[in-house]
């Protein structure tokens, strides 16, 4: 099945002895020049790349203060070495958070310290070459910026930062990653990740009508561009298009169908998805947003949803108001955005729906917390609700349910191994070893409990665990959507 | 007065002006550095009055490094609560009985502890450094400068305690130096090989604080993930390059 070794799922985990050069060969394409430009990057590696790269960075560490504090800060205490979902999967050294700093780090050092000046070699500091632009090329594409690193060290060192850094130095002198660059290219010329053009995504969206009134008897809608309506739902295209994600659609629109809320999606800001942040771009990952406030605009709509995805979220919670707002022309009484757990959420706590739990009981549950759900926004109110809330939803409407090992959930959860960029065919290696530990944890609860289950709300993490769960003997349908499960739970129709 | 005591006054003089001026130099670069996005680590205090105690638990407790490894843990922990001992402790040295801190120096829990912290100090650094040469992934990330630098401060532990406990120093000849150094009428510095080398290795450790990863120490108040406020959604957070990129393209 694979021209690798998918590693073995021990009864315990095991932190594995370094192995160097392990992962070394692992690269992800080249963007080509036609998909650099668009994002304002060369379009191939240019001839003077070590100098614009080393005032790229001077640039960068001047911009965000993370970066030079991060750059600085580093004891080498050890304490991330062993937190990495791909070290743990590879036991390439370079995959240990702290080392994958040191190969931005030592150049840092280089240029830009003291002792790094005259004394390279005392304190690791190495010259830019093409060996180290090698190594960031592989390994700044082996973190999938889940923040895992940032809960244990003791000064909230951020590999992801460093990580993205990285890569928009890459992208300033031409050395861009086609999977990445290809997809924001497609935001801005289609308004989606997936290309899918607005005659394809409104003709999908009445199929899934037709599919749902089959099923329900029921006239339940799912819009598009509808003028007026109280809600934009803002959903990673995947949810169009691909199983499991498309039942957490066909999930959302019968909440807002039982609910009575007019909703609407939009062909303009067709993607949740924000790969701006991925690459580290400022600039993309605001130009991806303003499209959303525009469809708001534009749409004159009073609330913005968005759907289930991860990074999407991280982005829409922690950064839209700031890329995008002020959203003051939306409906102050709501917070902007809201993600449709907290809004399922709220309708429960209202009363507004009513379960069938038993519609579930063929199932036994654990939940997956995605990685920038996690570490790096919130749901409701309170610290943590990001983890509650979407346990309450499947307490509410599942009778069997278990969570996974402490240490791998909440926020210590291990990446799905598929997040940050990295979910595309030429990094199959990396995305199979890199979910051992959560396979791990998957295992100890499917044997201890006999979970049937995994839920998520991140499309990366859907499409990815469909993907790489048969590797470990599981089924690629054992991963469903939160709203899957809200929606065959969900009575319909007025009571009677 | 010897050359020796000439040389060790211009050293510490010197060295506190490095000390002092490179801090400030980073702690300035660090604060006038814009933090463009909001990116603490989730779940995180929605209260300035939260991010306080979020703070002061990493800085007093280590709470990060406890969740992540408690070997670590506990050798940095002791040899960071040494430390503190030990400066109390040399506060003596530094300030005569009518300055107002006088009481609390003298204190005995800061006397005799700060004496036995020493031994606290060693065995946090002694642990450190095994670590470091036997864990295979700790080695793997140290460099030259991580060993020294446990060496170095293992080598002003060790002095320190043997001037404690074995070979006793002239501590009121001591006192005149450094009060000495302090108003600037210098006095000769007793001769003492310990103390000489001692001072050496805490001159050095002042001079490349600024220049190392010592600066972990200003470095974990600035850091953007322990120290935001987690209320992106209440407020926007633009820093002044990205608020130019909203005129730009308007
Ligand atoms: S951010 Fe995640 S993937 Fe990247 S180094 Fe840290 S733990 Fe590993
Ligand atoms: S935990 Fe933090 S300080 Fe320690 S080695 Fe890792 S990045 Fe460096």
Same mark, same amino acid.
């Given at each position: ?496 | ?103 609390? %120096?003298?204190?005995?829990? /800061? ?7 020493? *031994?606290? @100090? !060693?065995?946090? =650094? $002694? +642990?450190?450094?095994?670590?470091? %040469?036997?864990?295979?992934? /700790? ?7 991580? *060993?020294? @630098? !446990?060496?170095? =401060? $293992? +080598? ?9 406990? /074995? ?13 000495? =150094? ?69």
């Amino acid at each position: 099945m694979a021209d690798f070794e998918v590693p073995e799922v021990t009864e315990y985990p095991v932190v594995p002895l370094v192995k160097e050069g392990a992962m070394a060969h692992s690269q992800p394409f080249v963007a080509k020049g036609e998909f650099q430009q668009p994002l304002g990057f060369p379009g191939e590696l240019v001839d003077n790349w070590k100098e614009i790269a080393i005032d790229k960075m001077g640039e960068l560490k001047g911009k965000y203060r993370s970066l030079q504090v991060f750059l600085d800060s580093c004891v080498k205490c050890g304490a991330c070495t062993d937190k990495c979902h791909y070290y743990l999967g590879t036991a390439d050294p370079k995959n240990m958070p702290v080392a994958r700093q040191d190969l931005f780090r030592k150049v840092y050092r280089r240029y830009y310290t003291f002792a790094g000046k005259y004394f390279p070699k005392l304190v690791g500091a190495e010259d830019l070459t093409e060996s180290v632009l090698d190594d960031w090329w592989s390994y700044f594409h082996q973190c999938s910026e889940c923040r895992r690193c940032s809960v244990y060290c003791p000064y909230g060192i951020d590999t992801a930062e460093i990580s993205m850094a990285a890569r928009e130095v890459m992208d300033s002198v031409g050395k861009g990653q086609k999977y990445c660059n290809e997809i924001i290219g497609k935001v801005y010329k289609i308004g989606n990740n997936l290309g899918l053009p607005e005659a394809a995504l409104k003709d999908t969206l009445e199929g899934l009508e037709e599919e749902v009134k089959d099923d329900t008897g029921l006239d339940i809608k799912y819009p598009c561009d509808e003028k007026g309506a109280e809600v934009l739902l803002v959903t990673p295209s995947a949810d169009f298009f691909a199983e499991p994600h498309v039942d957490g659609l066909i999930g959302y629109g019968k909440v807002f169908h039982q609910a009575g809320i007019s909703w609407t999606t939009s062909s303009y800001a067709s993607e949740a998805a924000n790969f701006g942040l991925f690459i580290g771009s400022y600039e993309n990952m605001r130009r991806v947003s303003m499209r959303i406030r525009e469809a708001a605009l534009d749409l004159g709509v009073k609330r913005i949803v968005f759907g289930e995805c991860g990074h999407a979220w991280r982005v829409a919670y922690s950064f839209l108001n700031t890329l995008a707002g002020p959203f003051d022309f939306l409906d102050p009484n709501y917070p902007v955005p809201q993600h449709v757990c907290e809004f399922t959420y709220d309708l429960m706590q209202k009363g507004a729906l009513k379960f069938d739990k038993s519609a579930n009981d063929h199932r036994v549950m654990t939940y997956h917390d995605s990685c920038n759900v996690a570490r790096a926004s919130r749901m409701g109110s309170w610290p943590g609700g990001q983890f509650d809330i979407p346990r309450a939803l499947i307490r509410a409407i599942c009778n069997n349910y278990y969570d996974m090992p402490p240490d791998t959930i909440r926020e210590g959860t291990f990446c799905c191994g598929g997040g940050g960029g990295l979910l595309t065919d030429d990094l199959m290696e990396l995305r199979v070893k890199g979910s051992l530990p959560r396979m791990q944890a998957l295992k100890r609860v499917v044997e201890d409990h006999g979970v049937t289950h995994l839920a998520a709300i991140c499309a990366i993490c859907k499409s990815q665990f469909s993907k790489i769960m048969p590797y470990y003997g599981f089924e690629m349908d054992q991963i469903i959507s939160v709203h899957q499960l809200v929606g065959d739970a969900l009575v319909l129709g007025t009571e009677q | 007065m010897s050359a020796l005591s000439v040389v060790y006054a211009l050293l510490f003089y010197a060295a506190t002006v490095v000390l002092i001026g490179g801090l400030t130099y980073k702690i300035w670069q660090y604060a006038k550095t814009p933090a463009p996005l909001k990116i603490p680590t989730t779940p995180a205090p929605v209260t300035r009055g939260g991010v306080v105690m979020r703070l002061a638990r990493e800085v007093v407790l280590f709470e990060s490094l406890f969740k992540a490894t408690k070997w670590t843990w506990i050798f940095g922990w002791m040899f960071h609560l040494a430390l503190l001992l030990a400066f109390f402790r040399h506060l003596r040295y530094a300030i005569s009985p009518d300055n107002p801190l006088w009481p609390l %120096v003298s204190l005995p829990v /800061v006397q005799t502890f700060g004496k036995y912290g020493g *031994y606290a @100090m !060693l065995i946090g =650094l $002694l +642990g450190l450094l095994g670590r470091r %040469v036997f864990v295979d992934r /700790v080695r793997y990330i140290s460099a030259p400068s991580d *060993y020294l @630098m !446990l060496l170095m =401060l $293992l +080598g002003i532990a060790g002095t320190g305690m043997l001037m404690t406990f /074995v070979s006793h120093t002239d501590i009121v000849a001591l006192k005149a130096f450094v009060l000495g =150094l302090v108003r600037f009428d210098w006095q000769a510095l007793p001769s003492s090989p310990l103390l000489v080398v001692h001072l050496s290795l805490v001159a050095l450790l002042m001079l490349i604080f600024p220049f190392s990863k010592l600066l972990h120490a200003p470095g974990i108040f600035f850091s953007p993930t322990r120290n935001q406020v987690d209320n992106p959604r209440e407020r926007r957070h633009l820093a002044p390059w990205a608020a130019q990129l909203e005129t730009e393209s308007k």
